[in-house]
């Protein structure tokens, strides 16, 4: 199964146009969250993105809610919003959090969650999924600018009990394009470039 993994549009028209084409060869699309900019811009990039109708799983950034998103979501026909849920793709199992994970030094605006709050969230997902995040594992693909590790405790340890087969998420834009594994599992921070990833039985 060949995925297409991004992240972080923040309105980007030109990116997501990119992503459409891109979409073109795969089988799956995942947008591991923030499409938009601070609640502002949804339908900029998902009125584009809605042209892609292969099988498409979201999750929500920090920068909308999961109401907001399955709302402007409305018009992708193919896309479906997880947050504490998920969803099954020809026998492979995904699972989605979104949100920014832990709470933000952003303020009210974001749309955040503790850590406590994200285990539960985390809790059921199955064994050997995709796990499509936001916010990356702890000490992952979560460095900022000034070095400082910015990911979450409770990904990480769902990571470690779970092994998903990928882990995909963005919300460290200094970290784009990057991957790691950890126990047995692929973690990259997509990006709103996007980055294709294949993935077996």
């Known amino acids: 199964m060949k995925l297409l993994l991004f992240s972080d549009l923040h309105c980007d028209t030109e990116a997501a146009a990119a992503l459409v084409v891109a979409a073109r060869e795969v089988d799956v699309v995942i947008g591991a969250g923030d499409f938009a900019k601070r609640h502002r811009g949804l339908s900029d990039t998902l009125d584009i993105l809605a042209a892609i109708d292969k099988p498409a799983l979201l999750v929500p950034g920090n920068g909308e809610?999961?109401?907001?998103?399955?709302?402007?979501?409305?018009?992708?026909?193919?896309?479906?919003?997880?947050h504490g849920s998920g969803h099954q793709i020809d026998g492979q199992a995904f699972w989605g959090v979104g949100g920014g994970i832990p709470i933000t030094p952003f303020g009210?605006?974001?749309?955040?969650?503790?850590?406590?709050?994200?285990?539960?969230?985390?809790?059921?997902?199955?064994?050997?999924?995709?796990?499509?995040?936001?916010s990356p594992p702890l000490d992952t693909v979560d460095h900022d600018t000034s070095g400082r590790i910015r990911g979450s405790r409770s990904i990480r340890e769902a990571v470690l009990a779970k092994a998903p087969k990928l882990v995909a998420c963005g919300h460290i834009h200094s970290d784009w394009g990057k991957r790691v594994v950890l126990g047995p599992s692929t973690i990259i921070n997509a990006g709103p470039s996007g980055v294709t990833v294949e993935i077996t039985d």
Not at 66 to 78: C, G, I, M, P
Not at 109 to 130: I, K, M, N
């Open 65 to 82: 809610t999961v109401d907001e998103l399955r709302d402007a979501a409305a018009v992708w026909k193919s896309a479906i919003v997880l």
């Open 108 to 134: 009210d605006w974001s749309y955040d969650f503790d850590e406590d709050a994200a285990d539960r969230l985390l809790a059921d997902c199955p064994a050997e999924a995709v796990l499509v995040v936001h």
